[in-house]
């Protein structure tokens, strides 16, 4: 079946470093969807970055890029200079479309705490 | 681009009573809009996917009777907590895909329920 993993409950980070967000998936799929997601306090979930199963080239979006290793079936997400701000849950998603229908699933979340 | 609204943020309903969240996709059409469930500190757990014009599927534990879920048109899709109880209480969140392929979900801003 497929699964989202996320081995780091909490992570900290200073203020203007960079930091990695762990995430491994498992899916017999062929062709797939990473997703991160960023949420904040206050509940919504923001889209951070995508990376396709067939894409070459990691993902980047601004300070957010993704470390995509699909022999190790792992896309890590790294924040570039951290800031405050970016203290938040963050979730690494898949689409999953072995029943015919799309969905979504999740990781267990990180929650990344930046420190001043 | 790509909005959707969630409505309302927060209810407070009595043990028994019934709740109906709205989830419209502001400026795009969707054919399937999907439904998760977080409880506090967790992961999003998929309820149900919503279908314009068919019955919502439901994950495996998902009380469809408990959890209505209709998309009457392509920028609406309701779920109604019928006679709810005080393990309803959770966060309720919808989301919507603009297009196909790569796109990602688009969250609401969720709906915190609590059932006294």
């Known amino acids: 079946a497929q699964k989202i993993t996320q081995t780091q409950p909490g992570m900290f980070v200073q203020e203007k470093e960079a930091v990695t967000l762990d995430c491994t998936y498992d899916?017999?799929?062929?062709?797939?969807?990473l997703f991160w997601y960023k949420q904040p306090s206050s509940g919504e979930m923001i889209f951070l970055i995508y990376?396709?199963?067939?894409?070459?080239q990691n993902a980047t979006e601004g300070r957010y890029s993704l470390n995509f290793q699909k022999a190790r079936k792992s896309a890590n997400l790294v924040i570039s200079a951290s800031q405050l701000g970016d203290s938040a849950m963050y979730f690494c998603?898949?689409?999953?479309?072995?029943?015919?229908?799309?969905?979504?699933?999740f990781g267990t979340g990180t929650r990344l705490k930046v420190l001043a | 681009g790509a909005v959707v609204s969630q409505h309302p943020s927060r209810v407070i309903c009595k043990s028994g009573t019934s709740v109906k969240i709205e989830c419209r996709s502001l400026?795009?059409?969707?054919?399937?809009m999907f439904w998760y469930r977080q409880f506090p500190k967790q992961s999003l757990m998929l309820m149900a996917t919503?279908?314009?014009?068919?019955?919502?599927?439901?994950e495996q534990g998902v009380e469809k009777d408990k959890f209505l879920i209709n998309h009457a048109s392509l920028t609406l899709s309701t779920l109604t907590v019928t006679s709810a109880h005080p393990e309803d209480s959770s966060f309720y969140i919808c989301?919507?895909?603009?297009?196909?392929?790569?796109?990602?979900?688009?969250f609401g801003n969720g709906t915190r329920l609590t059932v006294t």
């Open positions: 989301s919507a895909r603009a297009g196909f392929g790569t796109s990602p979900l688009h």
């Open positions: 899916t017999s799929d062929q062709s797939y969807g």
């Open positions: 990376q396709g199963s067939y894409d070459e």
């Open positions: 998603a898949m689409r999953d479309a072995t029943s015919g229908t799309y969905k979504y699933i």
């Open positions: 400026d795009f059409q969707a054919t399937t």
């Open positions: 919503s279908n314009e014009g068919s019955k919502a599927t439901y």
